[in-house]
């Protein structure tokens, strides 16, 4: 099992411009959570899904969207990156009915310039 | 202010001493979690707690859970080099089927050899 992948691994974007960070999980989990982690401020829930086709906000949504077409994919959109989007951006999954523990992906480093 | 408090906010040991992290919470604890980032990683899960007075160990690493107290600390017996990096504690605090996670600000950890 490759766990929670993660691509990009590093990306500058200029003001304005859009990307998608795109999460994979091959362990059939239905929870994914899309995180970002500044210096000195712990982890920010950005958006979640309980499953295929239902998602949800987190705590700084603006600015993002997501979708979850797939049990096993978790893509987060930035449409207009502002200097405030740079960031690390984590991805995780969880199967409640075996625990809650979150399973992260490397992680994605965002600057926007 | 924050709900998950993690304390110290950083910590510099000499190889071979024992060390503790604390992580408090302000609501009722349904579950703690204590996961270490290396810089530039990802969230690497260590253990979970879930009942008062549980205790779990791995290697030389013992994390406890207060109910009471609302408190989990993490304890290192004879820290090495690779004990360093980033510890976050998150935790569950709904008891009903809300699967997301609050998360402390985390603890740096330098091990000097």
């Known amino acids: 099992n490759a766990g929670v992948t993660q691509t990009p691994k590093f990306r500058i974007l200029k003001i304005g411009q859009s990307m998608t960070l795109q999460c994979t999980q091959d362990m059939n989990h239905n929870y994914m959570y899309w995180y970002r982690q500044d210096p000195g401020m712990g982890l920010k829930l950005i958006y979640y899904?309980?499953?295929?086709?239902?998602?949800d906000k987190g705590e700084v949504p603006n600015g993002y969207n997501v979708s979850r077409s797939t049990t096993e994919d978790f893509p987060l959109r930035l449409e207009l990156a502002a200097p405030s989007q740079t960031s690390v951006y984590f991805c995780a999954s969880s199967y409640p009915p075996r625990g809650n523990e979150q399973f992260f992906g490397p992680g994605t480093r965002l600057t926007v310039l | 202010s924050q709900e998950l408090e993690q304390s110290p906010q950083s910590l510099i040991v000499q190889e071979g001493k024992n060390l503790t992290i604390n992580c408090t919470s302000s609501k009722t604890l349904y579950g703690l979690y204590w996961y270490k980032q290396k810089y530039g990683e990802g969230l690497i899960f260590l253990m979970m707690l879930q009942k008062g007075g549980e205790e779990k160990s791995h290697e030389k690493i013992t994390a406890k859970l207060d109910e009471k107290k609302q408190q989990s600390s993490l304890h290192i017996t004879a820290s090495q080099p690779s004990h360093a990096g980033i510890y976050l504690c998150g935790a569950d605090i709904s008891a009903g089927n809300n699967r997301k996670l609050i998360w402390g600000l985390g603890t740096s950890l330098a091990v000097n050899p």
């Open positions: 899904s309980v499953g295929a086709g239902i998602t």
